[in-house]
Structure formats: C-alpha cells, structure tokens
C-alpha cells in the first residue's frame, strides 16, 4: 500500500469517526451548551471577542449550521440503517426465492426422468408387438 493510499485511509478512517461523532444528539446537546457558555461568558463581561451587534446574529448563525449538520448526519446513519435492514430482507426473499427454484428443478428432473422412462417402455411395447 502507497503512502498516498494510507494517508487517504486514514482520512477515511477520521472522516467517519468525526461524522459518527457530529451525527448524534450528544454532540448537538453538548454544542447547545457550548453556545449557552459564550453568549453566558460575553453577557457576564468575562469575553469580548464579538461586538455587541453582530454577536447575537454570529452565534445564531454558529448554531444554526453546527446544528442542522447534525441532524443532516444523524438522518443520513438513519437512512443507512434502513437501507441495510432492506437488503437484510431482500437477500433472505431471494434466498427462499433460489431455494424454490432448486426444488422445482429438481421436481422438472424427475418428471422429465419419468416421463424418458415411459417413453422408452412405450416404444419397447411396441417393439414387442409388431
């Protein structure tokens, strides 16, 4: 394997830690606090990083987004979910499905076994009677 291989493992390999992370509700209620935090921090005087105008509108518009990425994941893993059980179900209707089939073959062999033998007794009867 090339570096450039396991370096794109690996950034599969975060990717999916950081969204399996990011897709859940813990990460959405542990963002919520954060936010409570730093509009909490800023009305307290602790911080001063945003202006007063533009402060409420950053944070809403931070919120927004962290969140709705979130349940943007979290629908996404749902809809895999879904999609695994069905082709859970599918596979075991195709399964039963194939395990008819193999049956009726065999039966369609055995009628076809018996019809070549009567057959065969037919044309040695008449054989026999001419």
Do not use: C, P
Not at 10 to 35: C, E, H, I, P, Q
Not at 58 to 63: G, K
Not at 77 to 90: L, V, W
């Amino acid at each position: 394997m090339t570096f450039k291989e396991k370096a794109e493992l690996l950034g599969v390999k975060l990717a999916d830690r950081v969204s399996g992370f990011v897709g859940t509700w813990t990460f959405v209620f542990l963002y919520t606090a954060s936010m409570v935090i730093w509009i909490a921090l800023h009305l307290l005087g602790v911080i001063n990083i945003d202006s007063s105008e533009f402060m409420k509108w950053n944070l809403w518009l931070s919120y927004f987004a962290g969140t709705q990425a979130s349940l943007v994941l979290m629908s996404s893993s749902r809809q895999s979910h879904q999609d695994r059980k069905q082709q859970k179900e599918a596979f075991e209707i195709d399964r039963v499905t194939l395990d008819k089939i193999h049956q009726l073959s065999a039966h369609i062999e055995l009628i076809e076994d018996v019809l070549e033998q009567f057959v065969e007794e037919q044309k040695e009867d008449e054989n026999k009677s001419s």
